[in-house]
């Protein structure tokens, strides 16, 4: 099938709208049900304490430092990425992890004399990463379908723009990419909430701050895979999935022998 012959099916468009309306409600429902069930006070200073530091560290500054250390080129692609892969993947797990554990740490310090408590870091969590579900997984979403949109018009203008690869995915395997999208995005949101457990953990215990740097190199172990999928390094999303719920498990571990059950002071 030709690329200006191709059809996205209607059922993929459903899929698309389903799922990037799960993944805009998610944050929302969740922070909802936290708050009803917790019987904890939680306010909503934390997450938007989450939401402020996610946009700041992951949109803001972190792109101006890929712009000058990267160098990408007008079509997207990067040099570091083809000349040497592996580097380029190391680079952006750390950067992520430099700048998002680092702008956790000065929100939790910000809050430490506001609010108190173990509720704090997950409110602050579901702020962080609903931000990013929002931003990345029900914004790609909308980006999906408005590429889908263009395919089924033939908007030459637009299929110029978009790699044959990217055509064809969205044409044959928009079903297993959505899913795919999903399982990430919801992986990604349990592991902003358990990285703000350790850093939380990190300001508001004395002797405790070597979680803080720990966090980064969690957070750099995390996003390695996904680096090296970009790289092309690993051609198999199954595989990024599968070290996802691996990380999941135990930084849940992690969390829970070394932070909750040994810190947290139990009711």
Not at 157 to 176: E, F, Q
Request: aromatic fraction near 10%.
């Amino acid at each position: 099938m030709s690329v200006s012959k191709s059809v996205v099916p209607i059922s993929s468009f459903g899929l698309i709208i389903v799922v990037g309306l799960i993944l805009l409600l998610i944050p929302f429902i969740t922070y909802w049900v936290y708050k009803k069930r917790s019987n904890l006070k939680v306010t909503s200073l934390p997450v938007w304490t989450g939401v402020a530091v996610f946009i700041v560290a992951s949109l803001i500054l972190e792109p101006i430092l890929h712009a000058i250390v990267l160098h990408p080129a007008a079509n997207g692609s990067i040099a570091l990425a083809n000349d040497h892969p592996y580097i380029y993947a190391l680079y952006g797990a750390f950067a992520a992890g430099i700048f998002e554990e680092t702008g956790r740490y000065i929100g939790f310090r910000y809050l430490k004399k506001r609010v108190s408590g173990f509720q704090t870091a997950i409110a602050y969590g579901i702020g962080h990463g609903g931000t990013e579900m929002i931003m990345l997984g029900a914004m790609g979403m909308l980006n999906m379908f408005m590429m889908g949109a263009a395919i089924n018009a033939h908007n030459t203008a637009v299929l110029s723009k978009l790699p044959s690869a990217t055509i064809h995915s969205i044409v044959d395997n928009a079903g297993t990419t959505v899913a795919n999208s999903l399982v990430e995005r919801v992986g990604a949101f349990i592991i902003q909430i358990g990285l703000s457990i350790v850093v939380w953990a990190a300001v508001n215990y004395v002797g405790k701050k070597w979680l803080y740097p720990l966090a980064i190199v969690f957070h750099a172990i995390i996003d390695m895979p996904s680096g090296m999928f970009q790289a092309g390094l690993i051609n198999s999303e199954g595989i990024i999935i599968g070290l996802l719920v691996v990380c999941i498990v135990l930084l849940a571990l992690f969390d829970y022998f070394v932070i909750i059950k040994k810190m947290v002071p139990t009711r």
